[in-house]
């Protein structure tokens, strides 16, 4: 009755719901309880979180965040308030593959084999090229994923789909990341990554190509699905007026939200980089060069 005195008069909503006019009143003269007090207070931390996530958590995240802060909380009861709050967050929507392949350029085995872990960083890389609509046209943006974080090391976009965007994201996580000999670099068959420039310079870095089988958009999941993040929390609630826009816009999603601040349910509710700090302060100083970037 409460939330619906504006559109209905009170003596209207006794007589629907039988109960009596003086009941209502008497139980809206009483002061609110402890646990409604403590849920408005709750409430008010859930906006606050879920503004800081821009919009995009949904409960599970919100709830892990809050843990974090010191709030006490039960992940029922975050998820409870947020809906009668009408809180939540961005929906993703199904991955699009993009890339096509070329028949006449050599394809690599499948050396990852939906082998998703990894046991440090620069063990195992994923790469793939999504499109970005705007009123101008497409923005192509091809990323490097690594797997040991989830943390997209390399990226690039450019209006055209030419085995140069795909290099110069390359180019980039080189030169973040410095990997050792023995990485594994998995791709689709698209005819970016099969060209003699690519494979070229994964041989020169030392470099391990591995590729997956025609059309089997499971056997890179994890990069389709940051994809799916990309697109549900950013892509689909902008409209961009030029690529210019969409890549700026892009570059504070993947290096300001996604990399640094975004909790991923695969690592334990961390983001990639507070994951990879946490296995340099308790394991590895070698990664020091990793965290640097």
């Known amino acids: ?6 559109m209905f008069s009170v003596t209207l909503m006794s007589t629907a719901l039988e109960v009596s006019r003086s009941g209502y009143y ?13 849920n408005q207070e709750l409430v008010e931390d859930i906006k606050a979180v879920h503004k800081d996530s821009r919009e995009v958590y949904g409960s599970p995240r919100v709830y892990w965040e809050l843990k974090a802060r010191g709030v006490l909380c039960s992940r029922n009861r975050v998820a ?26 050599p394809v690599a085995p499948n050396l990852l084999k939906r082998d998703f872990t990894a046991t440090r960083p620069n063990e195992k890389w994923l790469a793939d090229i999504s499109y970005i609509p ?3 046209g497409w923005l192509y943006l091809a990323v490097l994923l690594d797997l040991y974080a989830r943390r997209v090391v390399g990226w690039a976009m450019s209006s055209r789909m030419s085995v140069q965007l795909p290099l110069d994201a390359l180019h980039m996580a080189i030169q973040r990341r410095h990997p050792g000999p023995g990485l594994i670099h998995h791709s689709d068959r698209g005819s970016q990554y099969t ?5 070229r ?30 697109k549900g929390e950013c892509v689909d609630h902008q409209q961009y007026q030029s690529r210019a826009e969409a890549k700026v816009s892009i570059f504070d999603y993947i290096e300001i939200f996604y990399n640094r601040q ?12 507070a994951y990879e700090q946490a296995a340099y302060q308790q394991h590895e100083p070698s990664l020091t060069l990793c965290l640097q970037n």
């Open 1 to 6: 009755m409460e939330d619906h005195r504006e």
């Open 26 to 38: 008497a139980w809206r003269g009483r002061p609110p309880s402890a646990r409604e007090m403590a």
């Open 80 to 105: 409870r308030l947020m809906r009668l709050n009408h809180i939540q967050g961005k929906h993703r929507r199904r991955y699009k593959v993009t890339t096509k392949a070329n028949g006449a350029h």
């Open 134 to 136: 705007t009123y101008e």
């Open 195 to 199: 060209s003699v420039e690519y494979q």
């Open 201 to 230: 310079m994964l041989k020169r870095y030392g470099i391990q190509a591995s590729m997956s089988s025609t059309g089997n958009c499971y056997d890179n999941a994890p990069v389709e699905s940051f994809f799916g993040t990309l």
């Open 262 to 273: 975004r909790l991923h349910s695969t690592l334990g509710y961390v983001s990639p980089l």
